[in-house]
T-cell receptor, first 112, second 116 residues
């Protein structure tokens, strides 16, 4: 079965710093989804990447997909306290499946 | 902005009891899902529902679980005889496209189920 490994597991940064989170899949990616979760709340969709080399941005967050490496990275520029939360990557387990498999998440703390 | 609404936010139930978790998805969405997250663990897929039937289910979704969309607006998850290991946060999600497509899922805030 497909596994998604996220690194680092947690990160504490000073406000204004840049950071990068990685998500590596054990199998071929059929679309990679990034979500953010605040403690005790639902997941909020950030963006979805499908094609190799694809890059998308949402406000100060940029995500890229490296299909060959079966990996995606999420980069936050000039982090703010509002960026704090748990970032999860999710992927379709196979081409026609409805199911998304999620990584364990990366907990981000941004200190003012 | 449209929301997915889940009720109740917390439920405590005795082992062996039946529980029904309720969700109101976004009105023009076509695909409906239940996921769960046991404390400290990954978010796990339970079931997807499209066109008034289950389109896919996981190994977790055994005969104790069922889903319904009884009236075109509500989407419910029933656990017939709860076990201690069913304690988790249950998330309902809906989407316009399968797996969310470019728009992603819209998740509810979850129901925290505690089985005692």
């Amino acid at each position: 079965s497909q596994e998604l490994e996220q690194s680092p597991q947690s990160l504490i940064v000073q406000e204004g710093k840049n950071l990068t989170i990685n998500c590596t899949s054990s199998k071929t990616l059929y679309g990679l989804y990034w979500y953010k979760q605040k403690y005790g709340e639902g997941l909020i969709f950030l963006m979805m990447l499908q094609k190799g080399g694809e890059e998308k941005s949402h406000e100060k967050i940029t995500a890229k997909l490296d299909e060959k490496k079966q990996q995606s990275s999420l980069h936050i520029t000039a982090s703010q306290p509002s960026h704090a939360g748990i970032y999860l990557c999710g992927a379709a387990s196979q081409g026609g499946s409805e199911k998304l498999v999620f990584g364990k998440g990366m907990k981000l703390t941004v200190n003012p | 902005e449209p929301e997915v609404t889940q009720t109740p936010s917390h439920q405590v139930t005795q082992m062996g009891q039946e529980v029904i978790l309720r969700c109101v998805p976004i009105s023009n969405h076509l695909y409906f899902y239940w996921y769960r997250q046991i404390l400290g663990q990954k978010v796990e897929f339970l079931v997807s529902f499209y066109n008034n039937e289950i389109s896919e289910k996981s190994e977790i979704f055994d005969d104790q679980f069922s889903v319904e969309r009884p009236d075109g607006s509500n989407f419910t998850l029933k656990i017939r005889s709860t076990k201690l290991e069913d304690s988790a946060m249950y998330f309902c999600a809906s989407s316009v496209l399968p797996r969310g497509g470019n728009y992603g899922y819209t998740f509810g805030s979850g129901t925290r189920l505690t089985v005692v």
